[in-house]
């Protein structure tokens, strides 16, 4: 009783702390490399830069430092020397550059046989 436990264990409840605390140690725990999805810290780095490059690269032409920060993302992503990540580049430009059509799409409908 005088650490609490018991209270924490029948309540239920998760509070507002429990999910903030929660989602730091996630960030944290993928910022250093031990999120349980297969990827180091390094590998999610690049990721992100990738990402970051392909969304300045259809970015506006007034978006402030457009051009240093692409360059920046892009040479952290190790893009231009690996293949893979060129290629997951490259398709995060495709899916925002053709975002738009994806309303257009004919789709067979669910409900029938």
Do not use: Y
């Not at 690049?46 to 920060?69: C, Q, S, V, Y």
């Amino acid at each position: 009783m005088a650490l609490g436990i018991e209270i924490r264990a029948t309540s239920g409840r998760v509070t507002t702390w429990h999910r903030v605390l929660h989602e730091i140690r996630e960030r944290l725990l993928s910022r250093l490399g031990l999120a349980d999805d297969g990827r180091d810290a390094l590998a999610r780095t690049r990721d992100r830069a990738a990402r970051r490059a392909a969304r300045l690269a259809h970015a506006p032409w007034w978006t402030p430092f457009r051009k240093i920060r692409m360059a920046r993302a892009i040479r952290l992503s190790n893009a231009p020397h690996d293949e893979a990540m060129r290629g997951r580049m490259l398709a995060e430009l495709a899916a925002a550059q053709h975002a738009h059509k994806l309303g257009e799409l004919d789709m067979p409908n669910p409900w029938t046989c």
